[in-house]
């Protein structure tokens, strides 16, 4: 059995090629890349992202215990982490209500579009026509992101939908007929497997990023904090002081850091009156 289908080993060949294409025209894309990958070499990003796979391997193996998971959705399990998983976590700061957030992410996963976009990757062509395929969905859907807000090229824009529905409409309706032919090969379980373990995995992410959102934002918050005082023990003091007086509420404590000054910062007796002072005077 294939690892990859031809699908995957089309799309891969495409970027490798737009990759050779765009490093040969230009230097900079190399150096750019160098940029990209030493920056994932960082504390901050290696701390993240094992973290994140630290989390997600407990979710897979509460997954395994139950029999959903098994070491065949391995490769769909990495290329969920690479270029969901990750990729999402890096948009938490983005993010501007986490209700909002989850409630969006929970219909999003619900969406019959999911199923949807499953039958429409269901079948694969043979690999030459894969990457015919692949290449013209990835050049329709460029010139349809260039000319989104380019009103004079709303007639090129409404092309590119339309070729790119028709396409889609073609593929599900194949993949429907090939079904039809061999249902034996769609509704089984490794096939379901396949369906259900990107949407698992992209629920059981949603409570570690609301986590990580309120990390950041408690970083942000708190980040005054070693502006106003060099002193580790103040500044945990200040920390932890504001954060029980107003309830974790990371706009109050930013609020609040924003009223006070470093000369609010020069004893604990000192923190804790300029806390009750803002207190009382948004009361």
């Given at each position: ?6 699908r ?38 290696i701390i ?50 986490p ?11 619900a ?16 690999y ?14 460029c ?8 009103p ?69 918050a708190f ?41 609010e ?19």
């Amino acid at each position: 059995m294939d690892i990859f289908n031809n699908r995957e080993l089309a799309s891969a060949t495409l970027m490798f090629l737009l990759l050779s294409w765009a490093s040969y025209k230009s230097k900079d894309v190399i150096s750019g890349l160098g940029l990209v990958v030493k920056s994932l070499f960082k504390k901050t990003i290696i701390i993240t992202i094992i973290s994140l796979a630290l989390y997600i391997s407990i979710v897979l193996y509460g997954l395994y215990i139950i029999d959903v998971w098994n070491t065949g959705q391995i490769k769909n399990t990495v290329l969920w982490f690479t270029f969901v998983g990750f990729v999402q976590l890096l948009n938490t700061t983005n993010i501007k209500d986490p209700s909002i957030y989850l409630k969006a992410s929970l219909n999003a996963q619900a969406k019959i579009i999911v199923l949807v976009q499953f039958l429409v990757v269901f079948h694969s062509f043979n690999y030459f026509a894969e990457l015919l395929l692949v290449t013209v969905v990835t050049l329709l859907t460029c010139c349809n992101a260039y000319s989104q807000n380019k009103p004079e090229y709303k007639q090129a824009k409404k092309l590119c939908e339309y070729l790119l529905a028709i396409i889609g409409i073609l593929l599900f309706s194949y993949s429907l007929f090939i079904i039809y032919q061999e249902p034996g090969k769609f509704f089984g379980i490794n096939n379901l497997r396949n369906f259900i373990m990107p949407v698992l995995l992209s629920v059981a992410l949603l409570p570690y990023t609301y986590c990580f959102y309120y990390f950041l934002a408690y970083e942000r918050a708190f980040v005054k904090t070693h502006i106003y005082t060099s002193s580790r023990h103040l500044q945990r003091y200040a920390k932890i002081q504001s954060f029980i007086a107003y309830r974790g509420k990371v706009e109050q404590i930013h609020k609040w850091l924003l009223y006070t000054c470093i000369s609010e910062f020069e004893s604990k007796e000192t923190i804790c009156r300029s806390i009750y002072s803002f207190k009382q005077s948004t009361v």
